[in-house]
Structures are given as C-alpha cells and as structure tokens.
T-cell receptor, first 115, second 109 residues
Framework: IAGITQAPTSQILAAGRRMTLRCTQD?????MYWYRQDLGLGLRLIHY???????GKGEVPDGYSVSRANTDDFPLTLASAVPSQTSVYFC??????????????FGEGSRLTVL | GQNIDQPTEMTATEGAIVQINCTYQ??????LFWYQQHAGEAPTFLSY????GLEEKGRFSSFLSRSKGYSYLLLKELQMKDSASYLC??????????FGAGTTVTVRA
C-alpha cells in the first residue's frame, strides 16, 4: 500500500540519548515535513524539505536535525534528547511547487517519551 | 508568521449540524486546508479552499473569505464517527503548512 511509513511507532528514551525517527514515502512526493503534536498546541512544524538535497527550518527546529539524501527518506534526529521533546511526531509528504503547497499525507506517527 | 484561531471544543447531537470557525492572520495566503484527526490517528485531508466561496463534498462543506481571513467547516447530518479533532491549516505557498490547535468535536446520541 502506497504511503508514508514511520518507525518506531513508540519509544521511551533516557534524557541525553541520541534518537533518530525514520520516515519513508513511496509516492515520489518532492516535499517532506516533520511535525510534533502536543496537547493544546496542535501540529507545529519542526523541519521541512522541498526536494532531495535541501532542508529548511520550521517553527520549532531547536534540538532537531534532518537530512534528505534522496526523495523517499527524511529522518529526524534528536542529538541529545530532553524531556520537553516528549511528543507525538508526524512525518508528512506533499506534491508541492513554488507558489503551491499540495495536500499533506501523514504517517501514523511516532510517540516519543523522554525520561 | 501565521496566527490561526479556532475554538477548542464543540459538542453536538447526532443528526445535527455543526459549524467550526477558523480565523487567520498570515504573511501571504495561498490556500486553506481542513483536516480530520481521530484520537490516536494521523490527520486526514478533508478539503482545500483557495478562492472565496463554498466547497461542498458530501456531508462536509468548507467556506473561505480571503478578505476577512475567515473560513468555516460545516458538518451536516452528524454521525457518531464524526467525533474527532478538526484542524484548520493555512499555506503561503512556500511549501509549508501552518496548523491551528484544532477543534475537538464530540457527537452525542
């Protein structure tokens, strides 16, 4: 089934540890995104990528890094996790172009708990 | 930046109509999306408005007024399965989508 796959689904992590959330899409969408969702705050954009080889910062990028080596993969790395990074993380992709942002397709989410 | 406001919660009876309002103040506007999100699940696309007016899709309709920075999502003939969060999102056409905090709709029998 075409779509977006995220891994892991759920993870408990000790503070200070490094963690990479994986995201793969098979729709050949050029744009990919990472959002975090917290109660009462909605979805907030962490980082995005317009196309392979380029990335950009969103609303809440601090403490996170991304890479886009190819069209399909967009991993999100927490270099040294802190408890405030406890959240549900959603990866998304869209078929977008300059001046047009298409519908976002979301993965099922990764629930991360940092203790 | 983007400032997107929508009510936190709404409750309605099965079979009724509910209107979820969304107001926005953005640096540039290129379209407005509505998404539905059931508890514990990913958001799914409902509608997209780029021009003023009403877009109807079955029991769901979405309205946009660009001059007023205002949109609403209308849910008709409510069903229990419509209990979910509804997210308003705005794009400036810069590849990014900014979301409101979401409106949780509870449908009661």
């Amino acid at each position: 089934i075409a779509g977006i796959t995220q891994a892991p689904t759920s993870q408990i992590l000790a503070a200070g540890r490094r963690m990479t959330l994986r995201c793969t899409q098979d729709m050949r969408h050029n744009a990919m995104y990472w959002y975090r969702q917290d109660l009462g705050l909605g979805l907030r954009l962490i980082h995005y990528s317009n196309t392979a080889g380029t990335t950009g910062k969103g609303e809440v990028p601090d403490g996170y890094s991304v890479s886009r080596a190819n069209t399909d993969d967009f991993p999100l790395t927490l270099a040294s996790a802190v408890p405030s990074q406890t959240s549900v993380y959603f990866c998304a992709s869209s078929d977008s172009a300059s001046g047009y942002t298409g519908e976002l397709f979301f993965g099922e989410g990764s629930r991360l708990t940092v203790l | 930046g983007q400032n997107i406001d929508q009510p936190t919660e709404m409750t309605a009876t099965e079979g009724a109509i509910v209107q979820i309002n969304c107001t926005y103040q953005t640096s540039g506007f290129n379209g407005l999306f509505w998404y539905q999100q059931h508890a514990g699940e990913a958001p799914t696309f409902l509608s997209y408005n780029v021009l003023d007016g009403l877009e109807e899709k079955g029991r769901f309709s979405s309205f946009l007024s660009r001059s007023k920075g205002y949109s609403y999502l209308l849910l008709k003939e409510l069903q229990m399965k419509d209990s979910a969060s509804y997210l308003c999102a705005v794009t400036s056409g810069d590849y990014k989508l900014s979301f409101g905090a979401g409106t949780t709709v509870t449908v009661r029998a």
